[in-house]
């Protein structure tokens, strides 16, 4: 008789487990048979003092071992609920989208300035910043740019209107102009600072030129110059190598080229193997062009990117700023932030970083 | 610049392809591209034109990377038919703009066509073959870089002078241009006409024809900056002219003078006399000492004393002693060791140098603070829901018009003296008018736009020009510019910045509405900038000056100890007169209950019809605290009614 009841009791307890659908049913079945007042196998357990010896030795282990099957049985279905419920069943249906954050965006040439920023004083390197309009002295002349020279044909110039007669009589000292780079920058600094240092100057600049997917009137450079008793051009290979690294997040080869710039001697180009088409370039190679990947929108089809101009500093503009040549010898380099951009993020068209527009911007 | 690969071959014969040479010439002397057939584009550097911008120059650059031997036919010995020179007089008169006169007279010349290798040549860099004369003039200046000239002996009388143009003098050029001449420009005349504009193109009168039969060929140099401003001022610029801008050396007038004469012997069948040479003031060749050391601690290489000179010597320099070399007259641009170490270092290849760590002492990397607070800004802004923009430095007339920009000194915008069009004529001196249209334009693809820029505005001043760092600001909505004053607050309080007041603007101007419109100022009145209300839609915009802020900016923060007493929040809500001032309602409930109010706060406020007309809702929300207690319901009861008495008396508040 009592085996009997007690098989009902488990396979009531045991079906009614399986069939329950959540949390709070579960609780329910648990109170009626396992609750510590009125549980149905509670109560027996707790009636077996009134039991026979006999009785207490035939029904306690039967209820004891029922007591533990219906526990297990309902932790089971416990760990099966919740973690179903989590899935579907709760409250919020999770499978919805996530709340927006909203939080405005920086604009992409400020996340670009930063983190070149950021790699530059890792390196030691301080911050420094420059007027936008300048006097032709610090943007040509004392750059060793000199006037009625086709060398200075190389920075299209705008340039301020002033009061043609005051300029004449020297009235007015000096012929302004919009900055066409970041390196007057390197002449003021030298001019109040004593070597040695290190300086990057990140900054707007302006050229004279008819703007298409390439070009724009302003854009922005980032100079670096550094200046010591034996920096040397290994020095600045070095420097640049690790700051290209570290900037596109591999170990990105790079190559120099002779190129000229007036203020500095040797003066070079500074190419990086294109990020893009991550096409290794046989350095010796005469077969440059079949190797290339010619439908790379990023490099053309010629492996590098052209990015930094860059070189020792010529003797000329440390006589400018009156320091003594044979004392300080450094390096200096210009890079244009918007390539660097272009390249980083797959920009098609510089005029966009102008544009004002948030379809744009909201992407960074 | 043009080149013909088959030539520069021919004078630096070796086992190298085009392809090789335009690869090599990129790694170690210039920028260099295939242009198809036989013609190589160049990009031959400004300082470089003298021994460089010709086919020897480029051959003798693969001579040393290649290590084969330079042929150059320059250097042969030449024969002449006559030892005089013939009779016609040289003069230079102004021996500033012009530094050397080669000329040489050949008779029995037979003018016809080129051999077909010249008129290749000459196609391939870009040039029409015309006769043999003037095709030898052409060939000769792309093979040695020397521009050359050559008239018909017999149009000109007496003899060659070099000399500045009378005013109103002219010349009918040999392509039939009429120009009018001044004393800056120098001019080839005979005794009664005007020949050639010097160093930039020939006279008709002078020309060669197919009748010519003797000839005055010219190989001049003339100064740089001269022909560069004369080419400027008549907007004439011609392959001498371009050449000659750049400074040649006096050295290749007679490198070409005499290749040219040695051709028209061999391709015209000239006879040639010995040239005339007027050459006032000698060029002196240079001795560098050159010490390995001091090239190896200016690149940080390793370079040996023999690998130097060796690349020296194909250079052209000469040894003169023991780390003494005489340098090439054409290389006018190796003037020092750093010169000479760039030299060496392209040959032996940049990519073969090792990279170094420079070895410095340790100091404090350190970024102006003007730097540092746009970086706290544009972080403040981004964080509060702003996205950056950035926009043209260049602008119109009109767009510097708008906003009010006497309140940071720059009303007077400054004008470029070359603009690009009216629309990009002067310098943008507000930031306002700028973001007003961004945010017009981002309406269209967004429901809400809220952005700010960073950057430079512009004003003239007495002897110049102010440029200052600005702020701007701007968004769209009803309330916008309550959002903004809002917004200022947030910024002020990260900066640090407690005491400021926003009083009326009182600016006219066309950007932002007079009522609506307020200044920024700092606790001692300085002025920050200004926020408004636009004109003409919804939104507001605000600009405040970096540079005066920075001034401002105070990190001083002290912690405030936290009331252990709870605290008693009341709300109010009135109904008030449209003209009611909200600033002044909170500074009222402030003065009535000066002890326990801790804070106070509109919450809530809006305007309907059904209020009644010119009415508005307000509801306040007070924060009673005291130091040193709890305070009770009914203190605060007490101190309630205090408040609402006095709104409802100076307000004429209905309270709801």
């Known amino acids: 008789m009592e085996n009997k009841k007690m098989e009902e009791l488990k396979a009531s307890a045991l079906n009614s487990i399986k069939n329950s659908k959540d949390l709070k049913s579960l609780e329910e079945i648990r109170v009626k048979f396992l609750g510590r007042k009125d549980g149905e196998i509670t109560r027996i357990l707790r009636s077996l003092k009134d039991l026979s010896i006999e009785e207490k030795r035939k029904i306690g282990p039967l209820a004891n071992a029922l007591q533990k099957e219906i526990e297990e049985t309902l932790n089971e279905k416990l760990k099966q609920l919740t973690t179903y419920n989590l899935q579907l069943t709760t409250g919020i249906d999770l499978t919805m989208p996530g709340k927006k954050v909203s939080s405005g965006h920086l604009h992409p040439l400020t996340i670009i300035e930063k983190e070149i920023r950021e790699i530059f004083k890792a390196m030691n390197f301080s911050v420094v910043d420059g007027p936008e309009v300048e006097s032709e002295f610090y943007n040509f002349d004392a750059l060793n740019i000199p006037k009625n020279h086709p060398a200075r044909d190389a920075w299209d110039t705008f340039w301020l209107r002033q009061n043609e007669s005051k300029v004449e009589s020297k009235k007015l000292k000096e012929r302004l102009l919009l900055r066409t780079h970041t390196s007057p920058v390197q002449i003021r600094y030298m001019e109040q600072h004593k070597p040695p240092f290190q300086i990057i100057v990140p900054g707007r600049v302006f050229r004279y030129e008819a703007t298409d997917a390439s070009h724009e009137t302003n854009f922005h450079q980032v100079e670096g110059l550094m200046v010591g008793k034996n920096i040397t051009l290994a020095n600045f290979k070095f420097v640049i190598q690790e700051f290209f690294s570290r900037l596109f997040k591999k170990n990105v080869k790079i190559r120099l080229r002779p190129s000229y710039f007036p203020f500095v001697e040797p003066g070079l180009e500074v190419d990086v193997e294109c990020i893009k088409c991550s096409m290794r370039m046989p350095e010796q190679s005469s077969i440059r062009k079949a190797h290339a990947n010619e439908s790379c929108s990023v490099c053309k089809g010629t492996g590098w990117l052209e990015i930094m101009g860059a070189g020792m500093v010529h003797p000329k503009v440390f006589e400018a700023v009156h320091y003594n040549p044979r004392d300080w010898q450094g390096f200096a380099f210009g890079l244009g932030l918007e390539r660097v951009a272009m390249i980083k993020y797959n920009i098609p068209d510089i005029r966009l970083f102008c544009s004002g527009d948030l379809r744009f911007i909201k992407q960074f | 610049m043009k080149f013909s690969f088959n030539l520069i071959k021919k004078l630096a014969p070796g086992k190298y392809d085009k392809a090789l040479l335009v690869e090599k010439l990129n790694l170690h002397s210039f920028e260099a591209v295939d242009a198809g057939g036989d013609v190589l584009e160049v990009s031959v550097p400004p300082n470089r034109f003298s021994d460089a911008a010709s086919h020897l120059g480029l051959a003798r650059e693969a001579s040393v990377i290649f290590g084969v031997k330079l042929d150059d036919p320059a250097a042969q010995a030449i024969k002449f038919d006559h030892k005089d020179q013939g009779i016609f007089r040289v003069n230079i008169k102004d021996k500033d703009l012009c530094k050397r006169y080669l000329a040489a007279y050949a008779a029995e010349v037979k003018v016809g066509p080129s051999p077909e290798w010249m008129k290749n040549v000459l196609e391939t860099c870009g040039l029409r073959p015309i006769n043999n004369v003037v095709d030898i003039m052409n060939y000769v200046m792309l093979e040695t870089g020397q521009p050359l000239h050559a008239f018909d002996a017999d149009k000109v009388s007496g003899g060659l002078v070099a000399r500045r143009a009378k005013n109103k003098e002219s010349i009918i050029t040999i392509d039939n241009q009429d120009f009018e001449l001044d004393n800056n420009i120098l001019v080839i005349a005979d005794a009664k006409n005007v020949l050639a504009i010097a160093g930039i193109k020939g006279g008709k009168l002078s020309e060669i024809s197919a009748k010519t039969k003797r000839i005055l060929v010219e190989a001049a140099n003339f100064d740089g900056t001269a022909i560069y401003k004369a080419s400027a001022a008549l907007k004439l610029k011609t392959d001498a002219s371009v050449r000659f801008s750049h400074n040649l050396s006096p ?306 923060k002290e912690y405030e100890p936290l009331s252990k007493y709870p605290s008693i929040i009341r709300d109010i809500s009135i109904l008030v007169d449209d003209s009611a001032r909200v600033g002044d309602i909170l500074d009222l409930i402030q003065r009535v209950s000066p002890k326990w109010v801790d804070d106070v706060d509109l919450i809530d406020w809006y305007q309907d019809e059904k209020l009644g007309e010119n009415k508005k809702s307000l509801t306040f929300r007070i924060v009673f605290q005291a130091d040193d207690r709890t305070l009770t319901d009914s203190e605060v009861d007490k101190e309630m009614a205090a408040i609402n008495k006095a709104i409802i008396e100076k307000f004429d508040a209905e309270l709801r």
């Open chain 2, 251 to 556: 050295e290749l007038a007679r490198i070409g003078m005499f290749r040219t004469l040695s051709l028209l012997k061999e391709l015209a069948g000239a006879e040639i006399h010995p040239p005339v040479d007027v050459y006032p003031k000698k060029q002196k060749s240079d001795i560098l000492r050159i010490d390995a050391d001091e090239i190896n601690n200016l690149i940080g290489a390793e370079f040996k004393i023999k690998e130097i000179a060796a690349i020296l010597e194909k250079l052209g320099f000469k040894k003169k002693a023991a780390g003494k070399f005489e340098t090439p007259l054409i290389r006018p641009d190796i003037e020092n060791i750093e010169d000479v170490a760039e030299e060496v270092a392209r040959f032996e290849g940049f990519n073969n140098l090792k990279p170094v760590a420079p070895s410095v002492a340790l100091g404090v990397a350190q970024e102006e603070e003007i730097i540092l607070l746009k970086d706290r800004i544009r972080n403040v802004a981004v964080s509060a829901g702003f996205d950056e923009i950035y926009s043209y430095s260049l602008v119109s007339e009109e767009e510097t018009k708008t906003a009010p920009a006497e309140i940071f000194g720059v009303s007077d915008a400054v004008e470029l003296a070359n603009p690009m069009s009216r629309q990009v004529a002067v310098l943008r001196n507000n930031l306002a008018s700028g973001l007003a249209k961004a945010l017009k334009e981002n309406l269209r693809f967004f429901e809400e736009v809220k952005i700010f820029e960073i950057g430079r505005i512009f004003g003239k001043t007495k002897n110049g020009v102010k440029e200052t760092n600005i702020l701007g600001v701007a968004l769209s909505g009803k309330n916008a510019v309550l959002e903004l004053k809002g917004f200022i607050d947030y910024l002020f309080r990260k900066l640090g910045i407690v005491d400021y007041f926003l009083p009326e603007l009182n600016l006219k101007n066309k950007l932002v509405k007079l009522n609506e419109s307020l200044r920024i100022e700092t606790g001692d009145h300085h002025v920050l900038g200004y926020l408004g209300t636009l004109e003409g839609m919804r939104g507001a915009v605000l600009e405040i000056d970096l540079e005066k802020l920075l001034k401002t900016v105070d990190e001083e």
